[in-house]
């Protein structure tokens, strides 16, 4: 079974960069076809998905967060990784990694000083 746990700060200060990990047991994140995003849901809203790490190792953002996102991945620990800069209190949210149809948990991330 595919299992993603996401990790990092909880509180991030205004104009940092908040930085998350997620680590996935269960498959490789080079496996055939898989893409690992990064999906986040800011209290009280939707769902807005920021962006992919495709199995080859190739990267999609979406383009209202292309310029402040970056994802990458570690295949000796099976782990990829968000790091979006310049942040803003707006975008305290709970921030999920998933893949496939398989999700983490979910783990919350509050922007304030």
């Known amino acids: 079974q595919v299992q993603l746990q996401e990790s990092g700060p909880g509180l991030v200060k205004p104009s940092q960069t908040l930085s998350l990990t997620c680590t996935v047991s269960g498959a490789s994140i080079t496996t055939n076809s898989y893409y690992w995003s990064w999906i986040r849901q800011p209290p009280g809203k939707g769902l807005e998905w920021i962006g992919y790490?495709?199995?080859?190792?190739?990267?999609v953002y979406t383009p209202s967060l292309k310029s402040r996102t970056s994802i990458s991945r570690d295949t000796s620990k099976n782990q990829f990784t968000l790091q979006l800069s310049s942040v803003t209190p707006e975008e305290t949210a709970v921030y999920y990694c998933?893949?496939?149809?398989?999700w983490g948990q979910g783990t919350q991330v509050t922007v304030s000083s």
């Open positions: 998933a893949g496939g149809v398989y």
């Open positions: 790490v495709a199995y080859s190792g190739s990267t």
